[in-house]
């Protein structure tokens, strides 16, 4: 809200800030009750600015978060969830890991993950929100490689897999498709696999950055009962 010293616009700043207090705490209430038996600690803080500029401030403190939750109420299809202004801005400008919960997810203990690779490197801490997920449920991994519809894969000469360092204390498996639909082959890939959980690896480059556009993201409404867990890492020159 603009100040321009007048006292009417006063009061509405502190109405919005003691709404805003209001609910958060009404929504730790929600929270707790949905997670019985389980200790939780929930620090509480009310923000002004833009979400993804309040979450960039809180990324550059010394007790930066690890992870970001977003979800929606009322919206269906994972394309409310990927491309809701929120959401989207966070994933693609907070540089903070993101799990994406669609509106109409229900949890469960996740027995498969399917984790997509584009070849490129990664760093291990930026999987260690995954491997964390992994080691605490015992779930599989199920890592999904795009190649050229030209290129034959065999047993012999498999293409490397740049997670294989990562992964290789956790149970995974390699899955190789083709096609230039990234959303219709995970979709398909998800069905046939029963999993619970999709990761991606974000890059500010790269065939995944495609998940992000809304005309992608609609292909994926299928799917609505799968969770995407954005994991962030700067392009490696």
């Known amino acids: 809200m603009p100040r321009h010293g007048e006292s009417i616009l006063w009061n509405i700043d502190d109405l919005m800030r003691k709404n805003s207090q209001e609910d958060l705490s009404k929504f730790a209430t929600s929270l707790r009750a949905k997670l019985p038996g389980m200790q939780h600690q929930l620090e509480l803080k009310s923000d002004r ?16 978060p690890d992870l970001v939750v977003m979800g929606t109420q009322g919206a269906t299809g994972i394309e409310h969830v990927l491309m809701g202004t929120n959401t989207a801005d966070v994933i693609k400008h907070a540089g903070i890991s993101v799990l994406a919960v669609p509106a109409q997810a229900t949890f469960t203990t996740p027995k498969r ?38 290129v034959h894969v065999g047993p012999e000469e498999p293409p490397v897999c740049s997670f294989e360092a990562v992964l290789s204390a956790v149970s995974h498996s390699h899955v190789y498709m083709s096609g230039e ?38 292909r994926l409404a299928m799917h609505t009962h799968v969770p995407m867990l954005v994991l962030q890492q700067p392009v490696v020159q």
């Open 113 to 150: 993950i399917i984790l997509t690779d584009d070849g490129d490197p990664v760093e291990p801490a930026v999987m260690s929100t995954l491997l964390d997920i992994v080691q605490r449920t015992g779930a599989m991994v199920v890592v999904l490689r795009m190649i050229n519809e030209d």
């Open 49 to 64: 600015g833009y979400l993804r500029e309040v979450i960039k401030v809180h990324r550059n403190r010394p007790n930066a």
């Open 181 to 218: 639909d990234l959303a219709g082959v995970l979709g398909d890939q998800i069905r046939r696999s029963d999993a619970e959980l999709l990761a991606v690896v974000h890059r500010q480059r790269g065939w995944v950055q495609q998940l992000f556009h809304r005309s992608t993201a609609t």
